[in-house]
């Protein structure tokens, strides 16, 4: 019984995680009797051996790999390091969860200045064995010892250019001898000694370096940009080498079993003949279309065929095959599931289930969520041209073109005008919110995928690129600069957020559009979910588009955005400002009909679904001018006053007092925290007269929506209560507000009324607020700031990347919820919310609603549903399925 070691003859795919993945498959294609060379694994537990012993191999470890070698010797009939019929290997790695080229490889491994004789007396090619030769000492000089690989490229090019040669294939047997004679050298004078010649002293080190290779910089960036966990550890691969480079009856290829980037059902590759893999892939011969072999080597094409067939059936899934063919062999050197695009994911799921290969919760479970953004904005036409500036952050997808400005108001300005305006700003603040609104996209310079700009354009569907380092943005005189290029201000650009590209000019774009297979996936993923799914909407085109894209009603309608429109905020600034009630009645009166027009417009678009509307939450003053532009307006203006008289000081006079009864309000209104101060239902409690207009306005447009023979269905939701008398009196209000309404049209009107839960205290005390609660809607971004005590535009901006990248926390609780802290609130109050109302209707409508691992928690917590961005909702669709896959509800 071995410990460390795996022959391939013995292992399963089910053996991934300790296989790792090349291993295990490595290991199955075995089994079913495919044309494999033999060899061997070590595990992710020798991995974690090799790091518990200090980076070494343990002794018992690399006596197993002995008895191994001599094992693969007899099945080869090769001797390792022999002088004749030499036995060469590949020492690869293989991670449990596939991370291409991030780990290392060395190949030809058992060459030396014997074995190299007998491979060349052996193929009768004195060529292509020193060629080999030379291959292994750069690679292992690059991967084993650390020797920077561009040296090794200086000897070859010096070579080259003495002997006349335009590549490597002009040069000869003595050409290489001589380019080895110089790799000897520069590994002496780097390590110190001299290249080892002991087959096993280089596969020890070999391996060493493999499993070193799984804590290099790139795989720790890759793990953490795919959340796959420090802890798995890599498998090591030693597999008998054969050979694409013995001359035309070889070659060496990568080929998928289906097009990996639109999903068509035909093989997808392509190889070189008279190659080794690394050929391939270093892009010095442009390799041919796979077709091709059908010509090339007839025999082996229609023999490859049948071996994807085979592998897809085995699989039942694409496959990812590279393969080698030696003097008229083929041989499979590793297969795997394939990578693909979000297009191909789902029309090959599709296609599957068509096939009858997989069953329909099976394609559902193989698209993930988070691929489906690809799929729902519009992208950059693959095949138009592009001119490249720059490329930042793919932040939030999609492709945007138009006319820059650096300035918010500008944005929205022309954006009125009917342009097509892009965003440009070095960051963005939630004051920049009317610009982002406006402009087709977002570009900035600084900031990551969490930053405000990112956030922002997530939640609105907006194409934002950010964190794009080679643009410099010079506002005061309009222009940026990127490279060596100029933009002013009014130039057109394009991004694609997407991938991050900035590129100049206006590009073509393509329409997103729900492809019939996608609507196809959704509709068995639809079959499967247990969660309901509903969208964040506020205005009559999202709730369209949000129930074009399946969701089942409005979870939350914010009714601040809709007092933000600039031909209100005048009336909203004098409600504000009003000294009287009389006052205050006539600004509100005034917005009355205008709310009244949104909430028809929105339940109309829902006609038959829930809408909740939340009332007013945010606080009054941001509403009202910024703070420290009114102080520098009154200081300009008291210091004007000095050199002025006549008329124009009496103008002057007039904007003063403006200026200064405008300020002392905003004084009055400002707030040291205000993410903690007077908004939600405190803002009720002090000014009903708020909430009863837009009760009011509620239930008025149900009304008239029930006299056109239609079926709204508002529910009416209090913010941030934490205290049941709150909700009470709140409920109260609207209550008689419907009443009232209801005697003044004669019609019977619906009158939902629940409350968020944002606040620990509503939480834990979801039991008394349940007696007045028809639903809870889990306000889960307040919940989170409240929770921890972060305010998030602080956190975000400050420390919580660090906190991530240091691993303080797993990941940015305000995109993933936290469900060991917040998670726990979210559990009393069901637990406590239900015990006084068993059918109490529980959501969940912060940001959180539409990330896949936060939707699995509400799954697993009996929540009833969902709430997210309207472009988020086929994704919600999904992961809902996914969760009631995998933790269904009885
Ligand atoms: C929340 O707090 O989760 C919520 C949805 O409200 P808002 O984001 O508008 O504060
Ligand atoms: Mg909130």
Redesign the pocket.
Known sequence: MTQWVHPFATGTAADRYLLGGKGANLAEMTKAGLPVPPGFTLGTTACHAFYDSGETLPETMWTEVQSAVQALEQETEKSFGGAVNPLLVSVRSGAPISMPGMMDTVLNLGLNDTTVRALAAQTGNDRFAFDCYRRFIQMFGDVVQSIPHYQFEHILDDVKSDVGAKDDQALTAEDWQRVIAGYRKLVERETGKAFPQDPYDQLRLAIEAVFRSWNNQRAIIYRRVHKIADDLGTAVNVQSMVFGNMGDNSGTGVAFTRNPSTGEPSVFGEYLTNAQGEDVVAGIRTPKPIAELAHDMPEIYTQFLQVCEQLEAHYRDVQDIEFTVEEGKLFLLQTRNAKRTAAAAVKIAVALVEEGKIDKATAVSRVDPDQLDQLLHPGIDPNAPVDELARGLPASPGAASGRITFDADEAEQWSKQGEAVLLVRTETTPEDIHGILAAQGILTSRGGMTSHAAVVARGMGKPCVCGCDALTINTRDGYARIGDRTLRKGDVISIDGATGRVLLGEVVRVQAELSADFQALLSWADEIRQLGVRA?ADNPEDATRARGFGAEGIG?C?T?HMFMAAERVPVVQAMILASTPTERGQALAALLPMQQDDFYGILKAMDGLPVTI?LL??PLHEFLPNLEQLVTRQAVLQTRLQYENGAARTLIEQELADVSNLLGKVRQLHELNPMLGHRGCRLGITFPEVYEMQARAIFQATADLQKEGLNPQPEVMI??VGVREELRRMKELVETTARSVEAETGQTLPCVIGT?I?VPRAALTADEIAEEAEFF?????????TTFGYSRDDAEGKFLHHYTTEKILPENPFAVLDATGVGQLIQIATQKGRSVRNDLKLG??????GEKQSIHFCQVQGLNYVSCSPFRVPLARLAAAHAALVDPRT
């Open positions: 964040n939350l914010r601040e939340r939450d945010p913010p941030l968020m944002e809607s889990f306000g889960t971004n307040d919940l989170t700031q969940i409508c912060g940001e959180h609603g």
